[in-house]
């Protein structure tokens, strides 16, 4: 049937479907149960008011028949597909099938993690939007309010990296931007095999460029991240975009559809058939042939993404809209559907009106294309010409398609044809959820208490740190972020380099500390401690830049479900984020969960990535990471206890991935987070930096090292000769204990650094002084000695990744 665009949005017709007594809401008469409609006959009419319509869906004019292998080729089960046909009281059409497809798939339904999801912290009285909505937002002062969250882009960026690490960012950036805030910083957390391999390479290469583009080209500053490398990524490398916007709370809004007789519209780009059954590919695990699924990855215009951004925000502050909602996974399906879900309504959509960009694309793919640059809104049923006016302000279409209802039902049309009609709140209520197996693997729990064979040579410490720092989860990453714009929008304070990145809040005394945190290594060997360790540091990172932890966004990456020994990893992993969380006051404000991150190699290892937001009381007590005068004195906070098992000394210096991870202490790590805070907050540090991989002997040669822009450093002078007694040299430098930090002072303030720490019950221990710039690293131990210059140290470490990458 031809398009009309002419047509007034006034004259989108009104479905009216005669119900019979005591049958729910679109569940056809018996007559009609389980009789699939012959495609040839027309359409049965429904006499009464209104235009004249088809009793309920019908096929559309080329829809392949409901097959059992369609219905595979639709990633559901035998049992999902009962259930469908239950619900609707038939066989279901194409486009329906679709549908359930993708809000059923395990990227939209979350059916084998929402049990587990709801375990989480998720209140308090900084909380004004928990999960459930496209971000979660905390209360700031003087009217602020932050939204945040992070989410993955893996399969995709697996099949086209750059595609697909672009479009992560644009979808990250429109989950934010929806909410009524502005983005103000992103971040990533990035994994991927060997740089040794020549594919391996060329995924970075295009992930991080792709990143980097898009960010770069829209305006928002990147402050950060985390990179690592191990063999289990290199089949499916694992690629999480955060984004941070800022808004004033009463200028917050929702994707809950709401007043009969609203108006769709859809803002943005045009509907291409690129990204069909993204959400379905998302929740598949990868196989040789997942290279063919690269036009199904999505195309994006970050120029056009900047655009949609300005309109969105206008269209929020101009009070004309009551609702708006990101086109992401499975595109106009699930932001209309899971909109009127909110809501409690049901909407209309005719698909005749959705512009496209490709001629001939039928209902299904227009449901179904998740192409970017999109937005669905819900307009004020008489402020629908202004709506088209700002966005034509923006060189924006802004096109009515549909309208909210009051039965309940999801329906799709294309002109006068039903292609769609499903009770709504079935729609997303009724999808299965799992509660699979959960079983250790006995593999795990041997190699847990395994150590590494002996050595016919244990290289000396001075000689393994720089094997560490030339390692490349441990390397800096400059070659990274150097890629990236970390300065436009002209509010960075701290960027990348860093413990965590700060950003100023326009006309505001305070600011804000963001990071990314995660170590698969640990949660390998013991997925609890890992959870825990995971939101440990990241507290540890914002605590070290001066801030008060404020909550968290997660992203979950795991292999399938399916599998014991993976639902045991996330089970386990979940339950340490949440007492994690507990006891630091930071709760889940939602994120994203991405499993069946497998392929023909295997599982990922598992990898839960925690992002969080801090409050900096004062913007201009930021503290920086590195060594800022000679003459200070240098402490460390903590204790040092002999914990190698997992470390990255093991895995970089003797092979081993393997060994108990270091236990976390909460009441340790909220000790060492009051302390930190309330230092930086009455202006006690020059620099602070928290000992996480590599451990101290890392850790101080970081501080020494400076800043990645910097022209050199300062060298240090440590006498660990009282510190650590008992333990050897190796797990002295080495161990990877948690709870600790480096700081350096002003020589005057050594003596209240010191009388903080003892009021707060935090260990501290004066171990040196800041030496010259461009001196060396001196660390004195009991029976040996390190030294290094500090010109030598920057040399290995800001080499690493570029020489490797072939730069």
Known sequence: ??????????????????????????RPPPTQRNCPRDPGRAPRRVRGQGIGRVRGPSPFPGDPPITPLLVREHNLSDAEYDRITDLLGRTPTFAELGVFSALWSEHCSYKHSRPILKTFPTSGPQVVQGPGENAG??????????????????????????????????????????????????????????????????????????????GNCVGVPTLGGEVDFGPSYGGNPLVNAMCVGLLREQDLITAA???????????????????????????????????????????????????????????????????????????????????????????????????TREPGMTPYEILLSESQERMLVVAKADRVAQVEAIAAKWELSATPIGRVTDDGMYRATWGEHVVVEIPGRRLIDDCPVYQPEAQ???????????????????????????????????ASQRWVYEQYDSTVQASTVL?????????????????????????????????????????????????????????????????????????????????????ACRALDTPVTGGNVSFYNESPTGAVDPTPVVGMVGLLSRVERAVPSHARARGDAIFVLGETRAELGASQLWEAVYGFAG??????????????????????????????????????????????????????????????????????????????SHGRAVVTCAPERATAVAALAQEL????????????????????????????????????HFTALPRRMGD
């Open 659 to 736: 060994g108990t991870p270091p236990r976390v202490d909460l009441v340790r790590e909220r000790r060492l987070v009051d302390y930190l805070v309330a230092g930086a907050e009455r202006g006690l540090f020059h620099s602070a930096h928290d000992c996480s991989q590599g451990g101290l002997g890392v850790a101080l040669a970081e501080v020494a090292m400076g800043g990645p822009y910097e022209q050199t450093g300062f060298g240090l002078d440590v006498d660990l000769t009282a510190y650590g007694v008992g333990l050897t040299a190796e797990a002295l430098l080495f161990s990877e």
């Open 257 to 355: 559809a709401h007043g009969v007789g609203n108006v769709l519209l859809v803002v943005g780009s045009r509907t291409g058939r690129d990204g069909i059954h993204g959400a379905s590919f998302a929740s598949e695990e990868l196989t040789r042939e997942s290279e063919q699924r690269r036009p199904q990855v999505q195309v994006g215009d970050p120029f056009t993404e900047k655009l949609l951004l300005e309109a969105s925000l206008e269209l929020i502050a101009s009070g004309h809209i009551v609702a708006i909602q990101d086109m992401g996974a499975a595109g106009l399906t699930s932001s209309s559907a899971e909109m009127a879900a909110k809501g409690g309504v049901g909407v209309e959509i005719d698909l005749a009106r959705v512009p």
């Open 495 to 579: 960027g990348p380099g860093g413990d965590a990145g700060v950003v100023r809040v326009r006309d505001a005394a305070f600011g804000l500390a963001v990071t990314v945190d995660g170590n698969s290594r640990y949660v390998r060997l013991d997925p609890y401690e890992g959870g825990k360790a995971a939101v440990a540091e990241a507290a540890r990172n914002v605590a070290c830049s001066g801030a008060r932890p404020l909550g968290i966004t997660d992203c979950l990456n795991f292999g399938s479900p399916e599998r014991p020994a993976v639902f045991h990893q996330f089970k386990e992993s979940c339950r340490g984020i949440a007492d």
């Open 440 to 474: 250790e693997d006995p593999a795990i729990a041997e190699l847990r208490r395994a150590t590494p064979h002996p050595a016919s040579r244990i290289p000396p410490p001075a000689e393994a740190l720089l094997t560490l720092l030339d390692h490349p989860p441990i």
């Open 761 to 796: 019950g935090v260990p501290a221990q004066a171990i040196g002084t800041v030496d010259e710039r461009g001196g060396a690293l001196r660390m004195r131990l009991r029976d040996t000695a390190v030294e290094h210059p500090v010109d030598r140290l920057r040399q290995v």
């Open 1 to 26: 049937m031809a398009r009309d665009p002419d047509r007034s949005v006034h004259a989108l017709p009104r479905v009216v479907v005669r119900r019979g007594r005591g049958r729910e809401p679109g």
């Open 137 to 214: 937002v905390l209360r700031l002062p003087e009217g602020w309010a932050v939204a945040f969250k992070i989410e993955s882009h893996n399969h995709p960026s697996a099949v086209e990296p750059y595609q697909g690490a672009a479009t992560g960012a644009g979808g990250i950036l429109r989950d934010v931007f929806t909410m009524g805030a502005r983005p103000v910083a992103l971040l990533n957390s990035l994994r991927f095999g060997s740089l040794d391999d020549a594919r391996h390479r060329y995924l970075c290469a295009g992930v991080v460029k792709g990143v980097g583009d898009y």
